[in-house]
């Protein structure tokens, strides 16, 4: 009898877009721009990684009023964006490190599970360092019971994206003093964050950790768990020139501050 040989199957080939910009706001113009791209352009699985300045970032669904200190940020020239997924606030800083993962919509697997699915990648880029973690439903990692890492994503027309904050090493002190009015409790028909104490990388190995390190690990983790070929890739000209349409929303104060065109979530 012929000797059955077990073989894993094929890698795919991933674009790879190491791509941050000084402004959040085109940060975050690009990260729908990329979600808006549509199988006629050619799409290619799409993996970004990326940093932003400091930046108090809302879900869209969220009033600023209820989860950012304003006057804080603007005392200390810290952003205030809006991304166009929902979810609760984060703080990013250039110690935060963000992973983007763009593909085709899938069947068959529910909102839940495309983030376990996702957030596996950081768990083992946790693992990597000797730490265990747990996914606490809907979106985020713990480690100790302190958050480490948050996500968001939504299921668009033809595809569908995840993307993900990581406290490699940022600043707790100052996310804790921007995201102080999401820690309290109040009722309102708009989004509100889960507030949890949070922990960094850094904190949790007691070292520095460079943020090209947790970079390359990361990466390494994304390719061994989605057994993924990446390719240095670079912007399309329709997603360039759908980001430069985008911009002048995410950069408007009638999106950021007074959420205009967001409706607010009733509760059920």
Known sequence: MPTMVNRKPSSETWRILEISYASPFQNLALEEALAQSTPSEGFIPTVRIWVNPPTAVLGRFQHVDSEVDIEFCERNDIRIARRFTGGGAVYHDEGNLNLTVVTQR????????????????????????????????????????????GAAAGFCRHLALWHASTLVSTDTVTLGQVLSPSQRTFETSF??????PVTTLATT??????????????????RKLNNAKLQPGRLSDAEEQRMRLLLAKYSSREWNRLGVGVKARRKR
Do not use: C
């Open 191 to 196: 989004t509100r964050s889960r507030w949890k």
């Open 106 to 149: 899938p069947e068959g697997i529910s909102l839940l599970g495309f983030h376990r699915k996702n957030a596996s990648v950081v768990q083992d880029f946790l693992a990597s360092y000797g730490l265990d973690s747990e996914f606490v439903s809907p979106n985020s990692i713990q480690i100790a019971g302190k958050k480490i890492s």
């Open 205 to 222: 190995l007691g070292r520095h950790v460079d943020l090209s390190e947790a970079k390359e690990t990361l990466l390494r983790s994304f």
